[in-house]
């Protein structure tokens, strides 16, 4: 069984901690981050928090929107998969 290292599995799990507390709006399909960088690093348990694992986020930033703008995702052709025009 492939396991995962400890630093992928604390990454998922700080990703996985904002998305859970943020907000969605389904007018404007977007996902508004409700913590900040500093709220992360308090709610997350255990000792040992590397600082360098949790993003750079801030209370209201947008997430994810439907225009593929927000922080949390890739530009437009960086995705696995796109095709380059030439």
Do not use: W, Y
Not at 37 to 59: C, F, H, N, T
């Amino acid at each position: 069984m492939h396991r995962r290292s400890d630093t992928k599995l604390r990454k998922k799990l700080i990703r996985q901690l904002i998305f859970t507390n943020a907000f969605k709006d389904r007018q404007i399909l977007e996902t508004v981050c409700r913590l900040s960088r500093l709220e992360v690093i308090a709610v997350m348990p255990g000792d040992e928090l590397l600082v360098s694992l949790v993003p750079d986020v801030e209370k209201g930033e947008v997430l994810v929107d439907s225009r593929g703008q927000g922080s949390f995702q890739r530009p437009l052709g960086e995705g696995v998969g796109s095709v380059r025009c030439r």
